[in-house]
């Protein structure tokens, strides 16, 4: 019964074998041999690199409204010639929303010849009193001045998902200014500044995008700096241009990430009002995706399938090929000395 049962299974067979005495080794054979091993190997190895690495992918799609309906910005501005007690950083949106010393969270430090000599934290809208404008010490304010002080701002605001702007100035102590100076000194605040970092999102997200995607356009004003260079007795002020795309980030585990990429042009005009810093932004309606993914298993045993298989039956060919060459030039050979 057990017998009948494995004649019938040999019978199925495709891989027959030959008796090994009916087989015989060859130079060309070993040769053929040893060079199908060596590609296999170096295909392995090939293959085996795309399997480990992480590729990327990209796609582009209508906003989804991904984030939330508002966008935190990360500022990092030194101003070098501006003192702190008077600089003001406000939001405005087409929504019609004007916003003095904005939600978020700041941090004022007071510079004088390059070093740090005081720091005040501003959240929300503390330090204000109840007519919307921060407690001044005019003596400081002269003093600040006349020691060319500057400030750097630094930390994140929050502003509405819309278009807008958010700009740097003294308009919230406009009336105070021209209490302290003559009209002609108040045009011309030196509003010099050196960009040293914006961007929009996350801070954390943004630190792990870049390590991790290292693509994407995310910071490109940092290190930026502008000279204010007024003529006539006017002031300077500064634009720029900001058109930002949201972004999502997806790890190769999965983990999701939304901040937004942004472009900037800028100019400065003259002014015949008090300076300012302006960043004008507007938001794309398209949202591009950067995928991180790894080859899988299957795909990789599949390739390594392919590989064994395709080598070993063009070898076989080649093999086959050069065999029957050399029988036939032995049988001429053999021909031609017996006639």
């Known amino acids: 019964m057990i017998g009948g049962v494995q004649s019938r299974l040999r019978k199925l067979d495709i891989y027959r074998k030959l008796p090994a005495d009916l087989t015989e080794p060859t130079t060309a054979g070993a040769l053929i041999s040893v060079i199908s091993t060596i590609v296999i190997v170096v295909l392995f190895i090939t293959e085996l690199q795309a399997y480990i690495e992480v590729d990327n ?19 990092d501005i030194e101003f070098h010639k501006f003192p702190c007690d008077i600089l003001s950083l406000d939001v405005q949106d087409i929504m019609g929303s004007h916003v003095v010393n904005v939600e978020g969270r700041l941090i004022k430090k007071r510079i004088k010849n390059g070093q740090i000599i005081s720091e005040e934290v501003h959240s929300n ?9 921060q407690s001044i010490d005019f003596v400081r304010i002269e003093q600040a001045f006349k020691e060319k002080e500057g400030c750097q701002i630094a930390g994140y605001i929050i502003v509405n998902k819309v278009p807008g702007n958010f700009h740097v100035s003294a308009h919230a102590f ?3 200014l021209h209490q302290v100076f003559q009209r002609s000194q108040i045009h011309t605040l030196d509003l010099s500044h050196t960009i040293n970092h914006i961007s929009f999102g996350e801070e954390d997200d943004l630190i792990k995008i870049k390590k991790q995607f290292q693509k994407g356009v995310l910071n490109p004003l940092d290190n930026t700096k502008k000279i204010a260079q007024p003529q006539g007795g006017t002031g300077m002020m500064f634009q720029y241009y900001i058109s930002v795309v949201p972004t999502t980030y997806i790890d190769v585990q999965g983990n999701e990430y939304y901040v937004h990429q942004f472009t900037a042009n800028s100019n400065e005009v003259q002014t015949d009002h008090l300076p300012a810093v302006y960043f ?3 938001l794309s ?3 591009v ?3 991180q993914y790894r080859e899988s298993f299957l795909h990789f045993l599949v ?5 064994l298989g395709g080598v070993f039956t ?11 060459s050399v029988v036939a030039l032995l049988k001429k050979y053999e021909m031609g000395k017996l006639s």
């Open 303 to 307: 390739q390594i399938c392919a590989i």
């Open 174 to 176: 406009g009336g105070i």
């Open 280 to 282: 004008r932004y507007d």
């Open 314 to 324: 063009i070898a076989s060919i080649v093999d086959g090929m050069i065999h029957k």
């Open 125 to 133: 809208h503390e330090g204000h009193d109840h007519h919307g404008q």
């Open 285 to 287: 309606p398209v949202t």
């Open 57 to 75: 992918s990209s796609e582009m799609f209508v906003d989804i409204n991904r984030g939330g309906e508002q966008i935190r910005v990360n500022l």
């Open 289 to 291: 995706k950067f995928l």
